[in-house]
T-cell receptor
Framework: DAKTTQPTSMDCAEGRAANLPCNHS???????VYWYRQIHSQGPQYIIH???NNETNEMASLIITEDRKSSTLILPHATLRDTAVYYC???????????FGTGTRLQVFP | GAVVSQHPSWVICKSGTSVKIECRSL??????MFWYRQFPKQSLMLMAT?????????EQGVEKDKFLINHASLTLSTLTVTSAHPEDSSFYIC????????????FGPGTRLTVL
């Protein structure tokens, strides 16, 4: 079973920041948090991952709370092409397995 | 870099036939590949983990004799759906973890299987 819970859907205005929350209250100390997104009928696209420090790359920022029980993915300037299902995933222990939850459907509107 | 391809992108077959789906890492070597299945409006479900040169590890509830996985080289894994039936119709997606990369997996574009 997935170890994460996310809102089912969110809306965001184009050009604004999209903040996608994720709860992972049962995360273990060595488990990473990953974010992927899936545009309709395509394979998931890697966005970012982190263990306990905040991370930033060219796509997004990942903010992980100090107790690591939740995190937020931030798309700083959402565009229409960011409309997708966003998955927050906790990698299983020391394995490479990613167990997908239901994700958040982000709709960016003009 | 880090491109994963799948072939075919879609396939339609008759019930009872077998279908092979290929997953290739194009610009990196993948010691581990994963196979997922996704039904309409649902999330991805991990089917199996494929390690180069060894037997695949299947998730609970996935029939290993029905979904044959071969990972013969560091750039190729294949999934064969044997004796396919309409309930096997789904979107099959593979992912690969690079031998020398960090922790991220890279996903293929998926293969849509329709069994008539």
């Amino acid at each position: 079973d997935a170890k994460t819970t996310q809102p089912t859907s969110m809306d965001c205005a184009e050009g604004r920041a999209a903040n996608l929350p994720c709860n992972h209250s049962t995360i273990s100390g060595n488990e990473y948090v990953y974010w992927y997104r899936q545009i309709h009928s395509q394979g998931p696209q890697y966005i970012i991952h982190g263990l306990k420090n905040n991370e930033t790359n060219e796509m997004a920022s990942l903010i992980i709370t100090e107790d690591r029980k939740s995190s937020t993915l931030i798309l700083p300037h959402a565009t229409l092409r960011d409309t997708a299902v966003y998955y927050c995933i906790v990698r299983v222990g020391n394995t490479d397995k990613l167990i997908f939850g239901t994700g958040t459907r982000l709709q960016v509107f003009p | 870099g880090a491109v994963v391809s799948q072939h075919p992108s879609w396939v339609i077959c008759k019930s009872g036939t077998s279908v092979k789906i290929e997953c290739r890492s194009l610009d990196f070597q993948a010691t581990t590949m994963f196979w997922y299945r996704q039904f309409p409006k649902q999330s991805l479900m991990l089917m199996a983990t494929s390690n180069e040169g060894s037997k695949a590890t299947y998730e609970q509830g996935v029939e290993k004799d029905k979904f044959l996985i071969n990972h013969a080289s560091l750039t190729l894994s294949t999934l064969t759906v044997t004796s396919a039936h309409p309930e096997d119709s789904s979107f099959y997606i593979c992912s690969a973890r690079a031998r020398t990369s960090g922790k991220e997996q890279f996903f293929g574009p998926g293969t849509r299987l329709t069994v008539l």
